[in-house]
């Protein structure tokens, strides 16, 4: 069994002190318990199995069992939390892949989330957040990252105390994975100010492969002179 998929969630741990992402936050802590278990089950199976103690194995081999299930069913409720906030990004043809980016960085990520901020509940002034642009060249360094991290900038909502907090907690619901910043809030309600900060995480599924060569760059094979 392998746990490399978990890699695309370590955000969640700066995501969990914060304010936001505690819908994902929550299967992070789900998971990692179940990992452990399964670590501690494999090492105990493993012991019993050269002890040859007929008791001692089937009972390993139940708790391991147990261990995988549970894995299991933790990892199916990830995954589909990650589907469901993730762009699919493959970087192992890093041409491909830049253009992948280059969609989602350009056309979707943007208009995505200025419409998603939009909350008929608080007063919203119009939201334009900045994207950095992305990278031209397909070996740039970006696409070999586990995580790509987009810091938005900051916006502000206006409203009384319930609708606010609300309007910080419906960032659970974007269909990308959005960490809100502490919240600074002024004045009184029901005309409350709240300003927080967004950063957007997006993990590709795969790294990047094959570096290509470039016109103008040296040929990497070939013999010696």
């Known amino acids: 069994m392998?746990?490399?998929?978990?890699?695309?969630i370590h955000v969640i741990i700066i995501g969990s002190v914060l304010c936001v992402a505690v819908g994902v936050a929550i299967f992070f802590l789900m998971i990692k318990p179940q990992i452990e278990a399964y670590k501690v089950a494999k090492a105990r199976y493993d012991k019993a199995v050269?002890?040859?103690n007929e008791q001692s194995?089937?009972?390993?081999?139940?708790?391991?069992?147990?261990?995988?299930?549970?894995?299991?069913?933790?990892?199916?409720?990830?995954?589909?939390?990650?589907?469901?906030?993730?762009?699919?990004?493959?970087?192992?043809r890093r041409d491909i892949g830049m253009l992948a980016l280059w969609n989602e960085q350009i056309k979707t990520l943007g208009p995505l989330?200025?419409?998603?901020?939009?909350?008929?509940?608080?007063?919203?002034?119009n939201v334009r957040f900045?994207?950095?642009?992305?990278?031209?060249?397909?070996?740039d360094p970006v696409f070999d990252q586990d995580v790509l991290i987009f810091p938005l900038g900051s916006i502000s909502v206006q409203g009384s105390f319930k609708p606010i907090m609300d309007n910080i907690?419906?960032?659970?619901?974007?269909?990308?994975?959005?960490?809100?910043?502490p919240p600074a809030l002024g004045g009184t309600s029901p005309q409350l100010t709240a300003a927080y900060s967004l950063t957007c995480y997006i993990f590709p599924r795969a790294k990047g492969g094959s570096k290509i060569q470039m016109a103008g760059e040296p040929s990497t094979s070939g013999s010696n002179p």
């Not at 392998?2 to 695309?8: A, R, V, Y």
């Not at 089937?58 to 906030?85: P, T």
């Not at 900045?130 to 397909?138: D, G, R, S, V, W």
Request: charged share 30%.
């Open 113 to 125: 989330l200025e419409e998603f901020a939009k909350d008929k509940n608080v007063r919203v002034p």
């Open 50 to 52: 050269v002890k040859g």
């Open 130 to 139: 900045q994207i950095q642009p992305p990278p031209a060249n397909p070996n």
């Open 169 to 181: 907690k419906r960032w659970n619901n974007c269909s990308r994975l959005v960490m809100v910043g």
């Open 2 to 8: 392998s746990f490399s998929k978990l890699k695309k």
């Open 57 to 92: 194995k089937q009972k390993a081999k139940s708790d391991l069992a147990k261990a995988m299930m549970d894995f299991s069913i933790a990892q199916a409720k990830l995954d589909a939390q990650m589907a469901k906030r993730m762009p699919s990004l493959d970087f192992s």
